[in-house]
């Protein structure tokens, strides 16, 4: 591995003294960027880009060009895994993500098999090595890969869902064969993070998008148990270093108790649960990630700058903290105000670190 | 008044002895019954069905025809303020509520005059009488109104929103602005809902179905501010009874010590927050209304009747609890899965209150 120039990430997460509070962001390689653009005309299709490791890699790095960021994150998408599986995904502009073949019957579920990250799923490891290659150890890489629920969501539904009736339906009928599915994810997802780390990343992060749509006791059972034990099949262990890994669920504000118990090194903070809160709840068991209001972005710099202070504040004094969003940023924010944003960081938060 | 034959859902508002847990549904008198379907296409649109106090009346009984429920909610929809106000409410057919005149510019809220109850919303507290009279205090008559917040979102939205990024921007950039209109608005649901008490109402609820976007303090500055505010000027002291009033935050799980210090008698639960969890952290400052998940009613008549009990378990034994779902009802669930939660609260329900 390359010696990492810039540490500061990865040794907040592990909760080490920073000199000040490490920032990136969700979504960072994204739309709202006009270099980004640039590159997804011309490689055709959304999928195009996320399968072509040089296209991936290329605009993993373009935030890295214009903003000080303490972390790059691999250009994919969540649901890889399930396209992998043969459920062909496709995008339809401005629906979002859609399934050819959904699972529909009792059927679909039992003849899924796991598929092997460096077959069907290579342009991922692939896009990993190319990354770390060009990066040189500037700032480490995060791999990441969605939960299983967020998984079946997409894969029961047929694609996005209010109401997630479907596979809902399914948790209260059927939870056997949910929790089939989900034990199966659950295994394709921890062998598809385990390749990212053999081929390089520095930090993983499991995004269970919609664990909020559940009840507590349903977040418990079909939600949090397997990113419980996605964890335990991790690798984290490494001969030079240890990974940490992040868990976000979106809506999780009232199960960070829980969330804390899991092993993840770190947790993810949507805007709407209070930082100082989330510190006093979760203790000295994980380190935050978090969690600016992404609708922020649209205020005026000066704004920005305000509420920056106030999470890095709310959060407090001492390493533990990384900056970030409440969820990823949206498309048409002017990329300067994303720059306001990480700015501040590096200019307000040393005080909160001596 | 007339004298009410069945009081239970007051009485357990009010945190006084039950022999049952009562039960209503938020939308009871909605989409999912095919007797409102009948009318809804007789009265042509939406808002000729809201606005004629005969065809209201009509649909508000519905439901107490098919189920045996303890409370009827008059038929209305949470903008007819905004509509009053002359920003011309109406639907689109798939894509919910639209104005003709969203408020755009500063001066769009400083003209903004409050409607009186009376004149321009005269339909609402008509159609409260001529409920009030086919009633015949069968069960209590449940008044409601959307909470500044959730109304302001819609007026500069000019409709719904996933992101509410025009609201929060001026939230952001201009809290004046945004304050001065939430005062108005304020002013005008207190008048509104005071008028539904003088016309005959027997409870009032205040409807903050997007609270949830907001930070913690946010919320506490822009919602729960206005929605204390309204309660200490509602004439719940009549010279007969004391009108119970019940707040309801969707995603608002994480704020519910706040929330019972406003001198509500009662807080609605979305689905996701534990209600055993939500007795212990307000105890006996609020009783508590819901919380079934509104996808459950998809599942088997026997699996609604497991969650039913599941929640009616958590909540425990005594007074202080009203069944209900966590949101509203969808238009699609079948009208006999409503009936085994209704009956379900019946059969099993007595219990706690021995």
């Known amino acids: 591995m390359t010696t990492l ?49 040089e296209l ?47 699972i529909r019957t009792e059927q679909d579920i039992h003849k899924l098999t796991l598929p092997d990250p460096e077959e069907s799923l290579s342009y991922v490891p692939n896009a990993v090595r190319l990354i770390q290659r060009e990066l040189q150890g500037r700032v480490p890489l995060i791999g990441f890969s969605g939960s299983p629920w967020t998984l079946a969501t997409y894969m029961v539904e047929g ?36 390749a990212q780390i053999t081929a390089g990343v520095d930090a ?34 490494q001969a030079d270093r240890t990974l940490p890994a992040i868990l976000f669920t979106k809506g999780g504000g009232l199960w960070l108790e829980a969330m804390a118990e899991t092993g993840y090194a770190a947790l993810g903070l949507d805007w709407q649960t209070p930082i100082a809160d989330a510190r006093r709840r979760v203790g000295d068991k994980v380190a935050l990630q978090g969690n600016l209001d992404p609708v922020a972005l649209y205020a005026s710099p000066a704004t920005i700058r305000t509420e920056v202070n106030r999470i890095l504040t709310d959060f407090g004094h001492g390493s533990g903290h990384v900056f970030n969003l409440g969820h990823g940023v949206h498309p048409d924010i002017p990329p300067e105000h994303v720059g306001a944003m990480i700015e501040a960081v590096h200019e307000l938060s040393p005080r909160f670190h001596v």
């Not at 903003?67 to 339809?92: E, K, N, V």
């Not at 064969?177 to 921890?190: F, I, Y």
Request: proline residues 5%; aromatic residues 10%; hydrophobic residues 40%.
């Open 5 to 53: 120039k810039n540490d500061c990430f990865i040794r907040a997460l592990l909760k080490q003294p920073v000199g000040r509070t490490p920032v990136w962001m969700m979504r960072q390689a994204g739309r709202y960027l006009p270099e980004y653009r640039r590159v997804r005309e011309q490689a055709g299709s959304f999928m195009n880009l996320c399968t072509n490791p």
């Open 56 to 102: 991936a890699c290329e605009v993993t790095l373009q935030p890295l060009e214009r903003y000080r960021l303490d972390a790059a994150i691999l250009f994919s998408d969540i649901l890889t895994i399930p396209d992998a599986m043969g459920l062909g995904l496709h995008f339809i502009e401005g629906e979002g993500p859609r399934f050819s073949h959904p």
């Open 159 to 194: 694609g996005s869902s209010k109401d997630f009736r479907k596979v809902k339906t399914m948790l209260y009928d059927r939870p056997d064969l949910l929790h089939e599915l989900l034990g199966k994810l659950a295994d394709a997802v921890a062998a598809y993070l385990n």
């Open 204 to 237: 993983v992060m499991l995004f269970d998008t919609w664990g909020g749509s559940l009840t507590t006791g349903q977040y418990q059972e079909f939600s949090l148990r397997y990113a419980r034990q996605i964890h335990g099949q991790l690798k984290l262990k």
